[in-house]
């Protein structure tokens, strides 16, 4: 088994071969995490596979051109690292050619420690933010399922699933990461809800100006049936308005 890629033209038309591009110079069981364009015509793509001798997800990237061609001649190992799981979990542009890509990275114990990690890549391959990837997660309890939008300067506004304020569920925090990948609001970033039950399933667009908007699944109501709620945060790190809950049922 094999990631294929294949470019469609406007009106529809395959641009690339009719069955596809081989992303991965692998076919050690890869599992497709995200896709985001390389402001180029082509794209750049993440993804897991098992090739490790360790059996365990490393984390790669590979960039296509707008003829279908691999830029860079080997699987680039965006976030592989020894006695390390990592799975990416978003991919976005970073407004400069290059690419920004989250992923939950645990350690191997039985009870696994999962944080998020990110990593920015330029075009030619290179990993911006240093050969290790910034840990946006650097404490205790289960950080995971990480999404972002770009923030127009090089960096990302991102959000995640966060069990530190609940050890029973997960609440939902966010933070800003800057084009060197600092992260620009302080402590544990802004906790965007911390209510009873579990919050999940985060997604995330920008508010069109310096800041994002997030909707997520919640069980606050009833632990069985979900509502869904959406909040938006300003650049300034202030939650702007919550949405009013539409109950699922």
Known sequence: MCIRDRRI???????????G???S?????PRLGDIARDDQGGVFVAWHDYRSPRGQADAYLMRLTASGDRAW????????????????????ADGGGGAIMLADVSDTSETPNTDVMAQRIDAGGALVWGPQPVNVTPW??????????????????LAWMDGFSDPLGFDLVAQ???????????????VVVASPGVQNHPQVLSDGGRGLIIAWQDFRNDPDIPDLYA?????????IFPLARKNSR
Request: no cysteine.
């Open 140 to 157: 205790a309890a289960q950080q995971t399922a990480a999404v972002a939008v770009p923030d127009g300067s090089g960096g990302a506004y």
């Open 9 to 19: 033209s406007g009106s529809g038309l395959a641009l690339w071969a009719t069955d």
């Open 176 to 190: 800003h990461l800057d084009s060197a990948g600092a992260a620009l609001w302080p402590g544990h970033g802004v």
């Open 25 to 29: 110079s692998s076919a050690a069981l």
């Open 21 to 23: 591009i081989p992303v």
């Open 231 to 239: 909040q938006r945060i300003s650049e300034v790190n202030q939650l």
């Open 73 to 92: 001649s080997d699987d680039l190992p965006v976030m592989a690292a020894a006695d390390l799981a990592e799975m990416p979990t978003a991919l976005i």
